[in-house]
Every structure is written in structure tokens, then in C-alpha cells.
């Protein structure tokens, strides 16, 4: 509950301080194309649900809620400072006899990337990421400190914007015995058609570089398609998208596949 009211009070905070800066004139696809720049000047509070199908020997369903607000600092007249927060909050069920059902808050993952101002055609950014053993069970954190470079590119050519986002991350200090080296890809593809709708596809692939043969990478294959609405009188944007995946490479007991539901409150200037 006490969870719950702080998630709360963050989007609550947010609305508020940036209810005055979305502009209703703008047009639904090109904030939808905005949405899909991970280095867009752009605050937005996502709230993207996963439901991981298959997962452990008994073929249970993982839920997790990714409170991932972004917000960009303008630096200089050059630059931009794009922090992103990752704020996991996982319902898992008992995967295996023995294994106790759980629910909290997992690890926080705060990245922040330098991206230059005005870029256009190829746009970009470089920063440092983080992880934090914030989880409030055991089953849920590493357990470790970890961090490593990050970095984004894309280009937006018409409807389409394409790019991706990688990062690699080492544990530095914690409790656990395991060592974190970790990595993360997430190419994305989109088609933008009027009115705010669009295609996308956004896999998450990761590498587990301390896991043998065959239980290193998770590449999941798939997509789906998104809308831009805007909300009330006051014409709040927001973006809805739906998209599903298979994971056609993937560790032993992990989810066969996974469905992403997210809704992302924009706050344009």
C-alpha cells in the first residue's frame, strides 16, 4: 500500500508541476514519433506492464510494472541531460516447489545520457547507468551495486524512426556472491501513420556474460502497434501501445514469451 501511494504521489507531482507545458496544438504523430526518441526533450512518466507467460518449471506468469519516468535537463545551449529511471515493481509466484510467492519493489536503474541540442536526422547520447539493490526481498535484487557506459542513437526519416539503445553494467560492491556483468540491446523500429497510430517493434535482448553456454543471451522476437490520444478538455497526451513477444533464445526456465501493455502520460513544452 505504502508502495503504491509513493508511485502515486510521483505521477501525481509530476502532472502538476508540468500540467501547464502540453501543447494541444501539437500534432498527435509527431508527439508519438517524440515518444519513440528515448533522448527526446520531453517529460513523460510511462507506467509499462510486462506479463512474462511460461516462466519456471511449473509455467508460471511474472508480473512486472516499470515506472519509468524521464525528464530532461537543459545543460547549456548545447546540451541536454535525459535522466530515465527504471522503478520495477514485480509480482512473481512460487516458480518452483519450495520457492515462496513474493511482491515489491525490485532493483532501481537510473540512466542518464548527454544528448546534444538540435540534432535532427541522426541524433544521439552517451551517459553513465546504474543499479541499485533497492529490491525489498531478497528474491527480487542482486544484491549488488552495478554500473557501466551507456549509450543511444536513431534517426527519424519521415514515419519512420529507428534506432537503438545498449548498455553494459559490472557490479562494484554488495552482499552477494554472484558478480553482476550484464548487458542490454534494445533496437526499436517504427512506422508512424496520421492521427497518432503507429507500428513499433522493441525487443529487449540481454546477456548474462557469467552464465555458460546457452544461458547467456534472451532474444525475444515480435511487436505491435500504439496510439496517441489526448485526454479532457485540457488535451493531456497520452500514449497507449501494445506489443508481444517470444522468446526464441532464452536460459533454461525463463518465459517462453511476453506481453507489454504501457501507458505513458506526456508533458510537452
Given at each position: 500500500?505504502?508502495?503504491?501511494?509513493?508511485?502515486?504521489?510521483?505521477?501525481?507531482?509530476?502532472?502538476?508541476?508540468?500540467?501547464?507545458?502540453?501543447?494541444?496544438?501539437?500534432?498527435?504523430?509527431?508527439?508519438?514519433?517524440?515518444?519513440?526518441?528515448?533522448v527526446?526533450?520531453?517529460?513523460?512518466?510511462?507506467?509499462?506492464?510486462?506479463?512474462?507467460?511460461?516462466?519456471?518449471?511449473?509455467?508460471?506468469?511474472?508480473?512486472?510494472?516499470?515506472?519509468?519516468?524521464?525528464?530532461?535537463?537543459?545543460?547549456?545551449?548545447?546540451?541536454?541531460?535525459?535522466?530515465?529511471?527504471?522503478?520495477?515493481?514485480?509480482?512473481?509466484?512460487?516458480?518452483?516447489p519450495?520457492?515462496?510467492?513474493v511482491?515489491?519493489?525490485?532493483?532501481?536503474?537510473?540512466?542518464?545520457?548527454?544528448?546534444?541540442?538540435?540534432?535532427?536526422?541522426?541524433?544521439?547520447?552517451?551517459?553513465p547507468?546504474?543499479?541499485?539493490?533497492?529490491?525489498?526481498?531478497?528474491?527480487?535484487?542482486?544484491?549488488?551495486?552495478?554500473?557501466?557506459?551507456?549509450?543511444?542513437?536513431?534517426?527519424?526519416?519521415?514515419?519512420?524512426?529507428?534506432?537503438?539503445?545498449?548498455?553494459?553494467?559490472?557490479?562494484?560492491?554488495?552482499?552477494?556472491?554472484?558478480?553482476?556483468?550484464?548487458?542490454l540491446l534494445?533496437?526499436?523500429?517504427?512506422y508512424?501513420?496520421?492521427h497518432?497510430?503507429?507500428l513499433?517493434?522493441?525487443?529487449?535482448?540481454?546477456a548474462?556474460?557469467?552464465?555458460g553456454?546457452?544461458?547467456?543471451?534472451?532474444?525475444?522476437a515480435?511487436?505491435?502497434?500504439?496510439?496517441?490520444?489526448?485526454?479532457?478538455?485540457?488535451?493531456?497526451p497520452v500514449?497507449?501501445?501494445?506489443?508481444?513477444?517470444?522468446?526464441?533464445?532464452?536460459?533454461?526456465?525463463?518465459?517462453?514469451?511476453?506481453?507489454?501493455?504501457?501507458?505513458?502520460?506526456?508533458?510537452?513544452?
Amino acid at each position: 500500500m505504502l508502495l503504491a501511494r509513493a508511485i502515486a504521489g510521483i505521477a501525481l507531482g509530476l502532472l502538476l508541476l508540468a500540467g501547464p507545458l502540453w501543447a494541444a496544438d501539437e500534432d498527435e504523430t509527431e508527439l508519438a514519433k517524440k515518444t519513440q526518441n528515448p533522448v527526446a526533450d520531453l517529460i513523460s512518466v510511462p507506467f509499462q506492464n510486462n506479463f512474462n507467460f511460461n516462466t519456471g518449471p511449473e509455467d508460471k506468469t511474472v508480473w512486472v510494472l516499470n515506472v519509468q519516468p524521464v525528464i530532461p535537463l537543459k545543460l547549456t545551449d548545447h546540451w541536454n541531460l535525459i535522466s530515465r529511471i527504471i522503478m520495477p515493481i514485480i509480482a512473481q509466484p512460487s516458480l518452483a516447489p519450495g520457492m515462496d510467492q513474493v511482491f515489491g519493489l525490485g532493483d532501481i536503474n537510473p540512466t542518464f545520457f548527454f544528448s546534444p541540442i538540435g540534432s535532427e536526422k541522426f541524433i544521439w547520447g552517451v551517459g553513465p547507468t546504474f543499479t541499485f539493490p533497492t529490491g525489498t526481498v531478497s528474491e527480487l535484487t542482486s544484491g549488488k551495486f552495478s554500473a557501466g557506459p551507456a549509450a543511444v542513437a536513431l534517426t527519424m526519416q519521415g514515419p519512420w524512426v529507428l534506432g537503438a539503445l545498449l548498455n553494459n553494467q559490472w557490479s562494484y560492491a554488495g552482499w552477494s556472491h554472484k558478480d553482476v556483468n550484464a548487458a542490454l540491446l534494445q533496437p526499436f523500429l517504427n512506422y508512424n501513420f496520421s492521427h497518432g497510430w503507429y507500428l513499433t517493434s522493441a525487443p529487449i535482448m540481454t546477456a548474462d556474460w557469467t552464465q555458460g553456454d546457452g544461458n547467456k543471451w534472451t532474444i525475444p522476437a515480435g511487436g505491435g502497434g500504439g496510439k496517441l490520444w489526448r485526454i479532457g478538455k485540457i488535451g493531456l497526451p497520452v500514449n497507449t501501445q501494445l506489443q508481444a513477444f517470444y522468446n526464441a533464445i532464452r536460459p533454461d526456465q525463463t518465459s517462453e514469451w511476453q506481453l507489454r501493455f504501457q501507458v505513458q502520460f506526456l508533458f510537452p513544452k
